[in-house]
């Protein structure tokens, strides 16, 4: 098995990447270094640290492969099921995962598990991500918190509903917040139904924080909501080098055309892929103002592929450019406002960003951002 999966890769990788030069990369060297160590691999965890150290030749991070235990997860996030409670991000070390969010309610709250804390995946762990996890079998994390020291926790996964991918907000007067976890499938026909009848003097607010993107056909459908139809706002070039140009397609559920409301979108570095071309296209058309910290920078377009033994590899099958021509691979968006939301302040409760962009918005700090220069910079 371990075999198939790695040709599998290695295969895909050579035939369909979009770019057919490998950005230079000698891939037969690579197979020579990399296969034997994935034959050899005792367990999901060598094997796929293999794999992954060979699609990091590529400098692109939306080339990567997912172990099964990962992949059901990603395919049950909206279904209830076995969990733990937290939101993992894996450290550039390749070592570590940092806690980035900690489910009220869950098994790692009642633990005391905060934000911020690592954990410890190397050789030797008791539990790492390219595990399962069962309803009532306890699993033991190697944890160290914020301060660097040691927390080692069992603790024991239960059944939780699954968190909703798109939420509305209207607890502010003249606010409308739009929190989007992904670009998952239903999000023009959901934001069209939020912008439905919408009063025309209510600001609307784009919460794309955290967001790894998604399906490239939801992003035109949330541009949909506030550009014209037929509006050009990208390109994308695949392998083999022909420019196929993105126009909006109107897919914003039933509404007859974009509304006028005035939008703020609120970006941080973990905003990803659709994520980033949603709020560029926006900022370049000047429709919105966009709040936060600079984006990812990993909006190459790319597909997913299942691999034999259920894990999945995903892999860049074409390059983007916005409607001005800026790449925004390896560059990200900066946003117009900078408001960086940092851990003491998700903490203390405390969101710095969204209390910029309402301002902006309430203000004339929006129109000011906007204008400041001739063409935005992303």
């Not at 997912?66 to 993992?88: E, F, K, N």
């Not at 960086?340 to 405390?350: K, M, S």
């Amino acid at each position: 098995m371990n075999q198939r999966v790695f040709d599998r890769v290695w295969t895909e990788v050579r035939s369909q990447y979009y770019d057919p030069d490998l950005h230079g990369v000698d891939w037969n060297a690579a197979r020579r270094t990399w296969r034997p160590i994935a034959l050899n691999a005792p367990d999901d965890r060598i094997l796929y640290r293999a794999i992954g150290d060979m699609l990091d030749l590529l400098d692109d991070d939306h080339a990567g492969a997912s172990p099964p235990a990962v992949a059901r997860r990603q395919d049950t996030l909206r279904q209830r099921r076995a969990a733990i409670g937290v939101s993992l991000r894996p450290d550039p070390s390749g070592e570590t995962w940092v806690i980035e969010q900690v489910r009220p309610g869950s098994p790692a709250a009642e633990a005391g598990i905060a934000e911020g804390w690592r954990l410890i995946t190397g050789e030797g762990a008791p539990w790492t991500p390219e595990q399962d996890i069962a309803e009532g079998q306890a699993v033991t994390l190697a944890l160290v918190d914020d301060e660097g020291v040691p927390r080692p926790l069992t603790l024991t996964p239960r059944m939780m509903d699954p968190t909703p991918a798109f939420v509305a907000d209207r607890s502010r007067p003249g606010v409308l917040v739009l929190t989007v976890d992904g670009f998952e499938a239903g999000l023009g026909r959901w934001m069209g139904e939020q912008l439905a009848g919408l009063a025309p003097e209510t600001d609307v607010v784009i919460d794309l924080r955290g967001n790894p993107g998604g399906r490239l056909m939801e992003a035109d459908a949330v541009l949909s909501c506030f550009l014209p139809r037929d509006r050009l706002w990208a390109a994308r070039t695949g392998r083999s080098g022909r420019r196929v140009e993105l126009r909006t397609g109107g897919g914003c559920g039933d509404l007859a055309g974009p509304v006028g409301n005035e939008v703020a979108v609120l970006v941080d570095a973990n905003s990803r892929s659709a994520a980033e071309l949603t709020p560029a296209a926006l900022q370049e058309a000047r429709r919105a103002v966009v709040v936060g910290a600079p984006t990812a920078g990993a909006v190459l377009i790319s597909q997913e592929t299942r691999l034999p033994d259920g894990g999945r590899l995903s892999l860049s099958r074409a390059d983007f450019v916005t409607s001005g021509g800026v790449r925004l691979e390896k560059r990200g968006v900066t946003p117009d406002l900078a408001a960086p939301l940092t851990l003491e302040d998700r903490r203390a409760g405390r969101d710095p960003g969204l209390e910029a962009a309402v301002a902006a918005l309430a203000g004339t700090q929006a129109e000011a951002a906007m204008a400041v220069r001739p063409a935005p910079a992303l």
